[in-house]
């Protein structure tokens, strides 16, 4: 999910490296809220889920923000996308329904990710073909803002593009990559 969500933002102007580790803690930590549910729901998919089991797992992204909220190096972006991270564009979404621009652009984009991966895992897709299901549903699609969708074309049509120098913090170095004999 991070590698697909830091790509589609990597199309984008306004992209930073403080958006782009924004994005990939709260990819890290989407799901933590599941660790609240009952553990038979944790071997369950949404739509095997009867009415009151996916009730209560609709309900993980809020519990998420239980778990993470008292965790002070979790700012207040990667909670909110967190806690949007299955808010549709449509307003089919939870836990709140939203709709639109009311969705968190970033919670949007992890959203698209996730949705993306568990298509490739659970259909045993490769990336490409997971896209074209993704395009081909329009349900599905409507799931995202069409921006979106259209930068998440532009992933694998120039992949050049999601290549950016990136500098290190500065208590990083890098370690030259050496034959070992």
């Known amino acids: 999910m991070t590698l ?16 782009i580790e924004t994005t990939a803690m709260a990819c890290m930590f989407h799901d933590i809220g599941k660790t609240l549910l009952p553990k038979d729901l944790a071997t369950l998919r949404p739509q095997d889920m009867n009415p009151e089991q996916l009730a209560m797992y609709n309900k993980h992204p809020e519990l998420g923000i239980q778990v993470v ?3 002070r190096t979790i700012n207040n972006s990667v909670k909110q996308i967190i806690l949007q991270h299955h808010e549709s564009y449509d307003g089919k979404g939870f836990p709140f329904g939203r709709k639109g621009n009311k969705i968190l652009t970033l919670a ?5 990710a996730d949705d993306f991966v568990h298509i490739m895992i659970d259909d045993k897709l490769q990336p490409i073909e997971a ?24 992933v694998f049509v120039d992949p050049e ?3 950016k120098e990136t500098h290190l913090p500065g208590n990083s170095r890098m370690v030259n990559q050496k034959k070992v004999s």
């Open 4 to 19: 697909y969500s830091t790509a589609i933002i990597k199309q984008f102007d306004w992209q930073s490296k403080t958006t």
């Open 161 to 163: 593009k999601i290549r």
């Open 69 to 71: 909220d008292s965790c």
């Open 108 to 112: 949007n984009i992890v959203c698209l």
């Open 131 to 154: 896209l074209r299901k993704i395009l081909v549903d329009k349900e599905r699609v409507k799931r995202y803002n069409s921006i979106l969708i259209e930068k998440f074309i532009n």
